[in-house]
């Protein structure tokens, strides 16, 4: 074992030479809340940051209309209302690649119906989409 310093609390904890490898970003954090906290734009950890963090890349949202509820079944709650990029591409944030969709709906959007689990990487073919 060796040991290693949390880099969000500082305390210190043991890891196997194995799992040392398996950071990205050569970091180490004692548990998986310190990881998500120290991912968090204000913890000031900018290592550990996606690339596109602070750079109002994603801003997309402003360029959609959430009143207008989801546009599959119509749920208008706002806190389950997200965007679906239509092509998948996160990086074309044109509004015609733009739709609200509620929770439940988005998973049916990226849903591999040969395994019927979630994967945000495929897109679910629009014609079996009402079959779900």
């Given at each position: ?112 119906i040969k395994t019927m689990k979630l994967n945000h990487y495929k897109l679910t073919p629009r014609e079996l989409i009402n079959n779900l």
């Open positions: 074992m060796v040991e290693v310093k949390c880099t969000y609390c500082n305390k210190k904890f043991n890891k196997s030479p194995s799992r040392l490898k398996n950071s990205k970003s050569g970091l180490y954090f004692c548990c998986r809340k310190h990881k998500d906290m120290a991912q968090r734009l204000v913890s000031g950890i900018f290592e550990i940051h996606p690339s596109h963090y602070g750079t109002g890349e994603y801003s997309y949202r402003s360029k959609v209309t959430f009143e207008t509820g989801c546009e599959d079944c119509g749920e208008k709650r706002k806190f389950m209302l997200i965007v679906h990029h239509k092509n998948g591409d996160r990086k074309y944030n044109k509004l015609e690649n733009l739709e609200v969709l509620c929770q439940n709906c988005h998973c049916k959007r990226h849903l591999d």
